[in-house]
């Protein structure tokens, strides 16, 4: 709570976050931008999409993020969508495409670099993203009609996500997402391959596949919310059919650790440096930009975050 306050003054007080852009018409159809102090050139921005176990995601989950990055010179873009019950799994589909549609037709009116567009996802939002950009590449193959492309976006970074849902199922029930509540945001159990990108991945031509964009998916090996064997198998599944695909595993993170309890301890970040080394990949002044930077403050003691651990659900 100490540190999340903290977050909390920063995101309603600081002049750095323009919050609640409307993207689109539904109540829900909101985000958040955090914006770098030096705006003198264009930023890489990234579209984020929170988790909360499609139940009680919030465009506010993504503050701490939103700050490490802009610190860093880069533009966060936070995404609000239809959580359960206003919507089912398809609506915050929808919501997350028609918000990344927005964010690339706007990306230069708020300072950012029509060509530096990555897209981000963190839990339940981790497969949401995933599910947007495979009906993306399905439509773009098939030479439908789009509101976006996806040759705007340069990488995709799934966090700590579950990519195969069929499988997820009884895990989740375990875990306390029962199952009939479960199968009710993923529209029937019938519904589950459509909404496993694993699976629509494997059924996927090899054309299709070459749309999609570079993809690092980053978890956890302590995750007991979704195991890291989720990450490893989509992983394999999108190389052998051709993907460009990098999986990072963090040795004894939970699901909360390398979003949460590593910004919080201020210091050095793993996960954000492995994000910026791809957004800056071609960038080495940005790069020694961002390795000059502040080193982020701790927000709470140690002892605090171990009594966290001991209470937490995820």
Known sequence: ??????????????????????????????????????????????????????????????????????????????????????????????????????????????GGDPDKIYLMGQSAGAHI????????????????????????????????????????VDHFHERGLYRSIFLSIMEGEESLPRFSPEIVAKKLSAETISLLPQIVLLHGTADYSIPSSASATFADVLKQAGGK??????????HTDVFLQDPLRGGRDKMLEDVLSVIHVDDASAREKAASAPTPERLVYEWQIKLARQISPF
């Open 1 to 110: 709570m100490p540190g999340f306050i903290k977050v909390g003054y920063y995101y309603f007080f600081s002049s750095q976050v323009i919050r609640s852009v409307v993207y689109g018409e539904q109540p829900r159809n909101r985000l958040d931008l955090y914006m770098p102090r030096d705006n003198s050139k264009s930023s890489p921005v990234v579209a984020f999409v929170t988790g909360g176990a499609w139940i009680i995601g919030y465009k506010a989950w993504g503050a701490l993020l939103g700050r490490r990055l802009a610190e860093r010179g880069i533009i966060v873009a936070c995404i609000d969508y239809r959580n359960f019950p206003q919507g089912t799994i398809s609506d915050m589909v929808t919501d997350a495409s028609e918000a990344i549609s927005f964010i690339c037709k706007n990306v230069v009116s708020f």
């Open 129 to 168: 993203a995933a599910c947007a950009l495979l009906e993306q590449a399905v439509k773009e193959s098939k030479g439908e009609s789009t509101y976006w492309n996806l040759a705007q976006i340069k990488a995709y970074f799934g966090l700590s996500g579950g990519y195969n849902i069929q499988n997820l």
């Open 245 to 254: 695909v990098e999986l990072q595993l963090y040795e004894g993170k939970t």
